[in-house]
């Protein structure tokens, strides 16, 4: 299984960016799961920014985000995304797509990542 994101870069603040993740090696549409972003910027931890369910397709956002990203899957390209406005300085951290059986804050219930995509927000 590999998850492969990009679309990421840098802005100012007030910009958008849209992050694209492409997922291959498995059937993406046949079994409920969780697909999600995170983020970790450097010396913090990794945190849950955004996940959508396939069982219910209802988008969940972290409080920061909430209002300013979006979410959202295309499964006949098995893709996920997510959608960034009015960045702000504090967004700044590399974003990271993930694949687990279903949607937790915590990282360690995703069996899946991909290598990560750098935003930076001046």
């Known amino acids: 299984v590999q998850l492969v994101e990009s679309g990421g870069g840098s802005v100012q603040a007030g910009g958008s960016l849209r992050l694209t993740c492409v997922v291959s090696?498995?059937?993406?549409?046949?079994?409920?799961?969780?697909t999600a972003w995170f983020r970790q910027a450097p010396g913090k931890e990794r945190e849950l920014v955004a996940s959508?369910?396939?069982?219910?397709?209802?988008?969940d956002y972290a409080d920061s985000v909430k209002g300013r990203f979006t979410i959202s899957r295309d499964n006949t390209k098995s893709t996920l995304y997510l959608q960034m406005h009015s960045l702000k300085p504090e967004d700044t951290a590399m974003y990271f797509c993930?694949?687990?059986?279903?949607?937790?804050?915590?990282?360690?219930?995703?069996?899946?990542w991909g290598q990560g995509t750098q935003v930076t927000v001046s």
């Open positions: 959508i369910y396939t069982g219910h397709n209802k988008p």
């Open positions: 090696g498995y059937t993406y549409y046949i079994r409920d799961h969780c």
């Open positions: 993930a694949s687990g059986p279903y949607c937790e804050l915590r990282p360690t219930t995703y069996n899946y």
